[in-house]
Structures are given as structure tokens and as C-alpha cells.
């Protein structure tokens, strides 16, 4: 069985950094399209960043857009999510997730999940 591995979240300032990585086994060669999700305190789960293995092209919220920056290194089987100029808004818990088809912030189209990693942020 394939599954998602994340880890780099942690506790920082306002301004502050932090890279998660999200490690992928069992399915390396089947998915299409990784999504970087968060859900913070009684808020629904929300895209911030998602990627197509194929292009590497990355798309964005935009409330995190100049800020985070995905990318993917296949030889790791591992994507980052880095995130720069944390925001308190910017805490939540953090989901990778992948989907063998398409590429959009429907997190309901994501087929496979991490277990998340907590980003709490200060000001």
C-alpha cells in the first residue's frame, strides 16, 4: 500500500521559516499530482499549493502566493513545501496528498493522505 509521510513542521516566529517534506512509498510511479492542504482550529481543510509531477508546474493560494513555494524531487520521492514570512494565519495542521488524475484544490479528488504536521506560528 502506497502512503504519505510528512515532517519539518514546528514552531516559529512571524517572519520565521519552515520546509515540510512529504515523503511518498508503495506508489511512486502513479501519481500525477501532489496538493498541500491545511486546516486550522474549527476551519475546513484548504489547498495552499499543489503540483504536477509530469510539468512541475505549481500553482498557489493566494494567501500564501510569494511566500511558499512547492517543488519535487523525484529522486527522493519526496516534495517540499517551503514556507517564508510565516504568518500567525499561516498555523495549522498540514496535509500532503496525492491523486492519480487531474490537478485541482477539490481535496475531495485526492486519493491518498499524509498524517499531518502541525505549523504554529507566533507573533
Known amino acids: 500500500l502506497g502512503q504519505l509521510v510528512e515532517s519539518g513542521g514546528g514552531s516559529e516566529q512571524t517572519g520565521g521559516s519552515l520546509r515540510l517534506s512529504c515523503v511518498i512509498s508503495?506508489?511512486?510511479?502513479?501519481?500525477?499530482?501532489m496538493g498541500w492542504f491545511r486546516q486550522g482550529p474549527g476551519a475546513e481543510r484548504v489547498g495552499v499549493a499543489r503540483i504536477w509531477r509530469a510539468s512541475g508546474n505549481p500553482y498557489y493560494a493566494d494567501s500564501v502566493k510569494g511566500r511558499f513555494t512547492i517543488s519535487q524531487n523525484d529522486a527522493k520521492n519526496t516534495v517540499y513545501l517551503q514556507m517564508n514570512s510565516l504568518k500567525p494565519e499561516d498555523t495549522a495542521m498540514y496535509y500532503c496528498?496525492?491523486?492519480?488524475?487531474?490537478?485541482?484544490?477539490?481535496?475531495?479528488?485526492?486519493?491518498?493522505w499524509g498524517q499531518g504536521t502541525q505549523v504554529t506560528v507566533s507573533s
Open positions: 508503495g506508489y511512486t510511479d502513479t501519481w500525477a499530482c
Open positions: 496528498a496525492t491523486t492519480s488524475w487531474g490537478c485541482s484544490w477539490n481535496s475531495e479528488s485526492y486519493d491518498t
